[in-house]
C-alpha cells in the first residue's frame, strides 16, 4: 500500500503534532525552503516520533557537513533536491551510509541514545542498523538527473528517487503542465527505473485528484502539498462557505 506524507514548513512543534494525529506516514522537514535551524529540526524530528509519523528530512546541499547533522540528528530519510549528475549522489550516499557501503563518520548519536540502546552495542550492528534506519532519496528534478537516472537509481546506497514534477516541467520547458506527453514519459522513466531496481518511489503531487493519479500509476509514495498551503486552503473554503453558504 502506497504511503503518504506532506512536507512540513510553518515551523513549531505542534503543528508536527497536528500532522501526527492526520493518519499521514510521514513529513518532510523542509530545510531547503524552510527557515529551520538544527535545534529546531531535532525538535520537530522528536515530536514526528512520539505521535507516530517518520521524519523525513529535505537538506539543501550533498556535502558532508549537510548530510550527517541530519543524520545524526535523527533523520530517517534525506531527500536532496538540485541533483544534476551521479557523482553527486556517489557524494551524498559516502556521507550518509556507514562502511561498507560509504564512509560515514562514526558517533553515537541520539537515535540510539548515544549508544545506550541495546542494539548499539555492537558496531557492525549499530552501522547497519544506521543505514537502513535513514534512507537516501535523492530528487529527480532536473533533465540532467533525468538523463542518468537509470544509473542514479542503480547506485548502492540509494534508497529511493523522489519526482519534484514542477522543477522538471520547468527543466523540460513546459512549465507545470504536468500532464503533457513528454512530462508523463518522463515520470514514467523515473518510476521504471526505481521498479528495475527494486528502489521506493515518490513524488510530489499539489492537489488530491493528482495524488490519486501518482498512486494509480504505481509510485510507492505520494507526498501531499504543504502544510502551510493545506491550512491556507482549509480557511479560504471555510471563509468562503460561510459568507456565501
Known sequence: ???LGTFF?????????????SGLDYVVIDTEHGCFSE???????????????A??????????????RMADIGARGLIVPNIRSTAQVKELVDAAKFAPIGSRG???????????????????????ESNARCKV???????????CIEDIAALPGVDGIF??????????????????????????????????????????ANSVEDA???????????TFSLDASVLSGAYRCAVEAIIQP
Open 1 to 3: 500500500m502506497a504511503t
Open 9 to 21: 514548513e510553518l515551523g513549531g512543534r505542534s503543528v508536527v503534532e497536528v500532522l501526527g494525529n
Open 39 to 53: 535545534e529546531s529540526v531535532a525538535d520537530y524530528i522528536v515530536a514526528a516520533e512520539r505521535h507516530g509519523l
Open 55 to 68: 521524519p523525513f528530512v529535505r537538506i539543501g546541499d550533498v556535502r558532508r557537513p549537510y548530510v550527517l
Open 106 to 128: 562514526f558517533c553515537p548519536n541520539r537515535t540510539s541514545t548515544w549508544g545506550a540502546q541495546d542494539w548499539a552495542a555492537d558496531v557492525e550492528r549499530y552501522m547497519e
Open 137 to 147: 532519496i535523492p530528487q529527480c528534478e532536473t533533465t540532467e538527473a533525468l538523463e
Open 163 to 204: 519526482v519534484g514534477p514542477f522543477d522538471l516541467s520547468i527543466g523540460m520547458g513546459i512549465p507545470l503542465q504536468l500532464d503533457h506527453p513528454d512530462m508523463l514519459a518522463a515520470i514514467d522513466r523515473i518510476l521504471a527505473a526505481c521498479k528495475h531496481q527494486g528502489k521506493e518511489s515518490y513524488i510530489f
Open 212 to 222: 490519486r493519479t501518482w498512486m494509480s500509476r504505481g509510485f510507492d509514495s505520494v
